[in-house]
């Protein structure tokens, strides 16, 4: 069992930067590949970074492409989300999630095995 616990989100004005944690309880957490999914007020959980175990791939939604930044520290199993020109539309409650299985880079909530309570981000006009 993985445990994901998010933490950072906060209020930020359009334009300001903000950076995401999310840490497992988990001792094999560097076999894990991570993701981080939002979801705003009346919309699906949307995609927004992946990493594979070793850090050394990431993806990225076209939406926030150039603007986050999705990292990782095995020896902490810690991911981060570094949020730079954040816009309104970027307001949701961020989650983490943890996938065992399959390809690294996943993008529908589906291919993740456990995931974080979320943290919510709001980015005022």
């Known amino acids: 069992q993985v445990q994901l616990v998010e933490s950072g989100g906060g209020l930020v004005q359009a334009g300001g930067s903000?950076?995401?944690?999310?840490?497992?309880s988990v001792r094999t957490f560097s076999i894990y590949h991570m993701g981080w999914f939002r979801q705003a007020p009346g919309k699906e959980r949307e995609f927004v970074a992946a990493i594979n175990w070793s850090g050394l791939s990431t993806y990225y939604a076209d939406s926030v492409k150039g603007r986050f930044t999705i990292s990782r520290d095995n020896a902490k199993n810690t991911v981060y989300l570094q949020m730079s020109s954040l816009k309104p539309e970027d307001t949701a409650v961020y989650y983490c999630a943890a996938a065992r299985r399959g390809p690294s880079g996943g993008t529908t909530p589906s291919e993740?095995?456990?995931?974080?309570?979320?943290?919510?981000?709001?980015?005022?006009s």
Request: hydrophobic share 35%; proline share 0%.
């Open 18 to 24: 903000l950076r995401l944690s999310c840490a497992a």
């Open 112 to 124: 993740y095995d456990y995931w974080g309570q979320g943290t919510q981000v709001t980015v005022s």
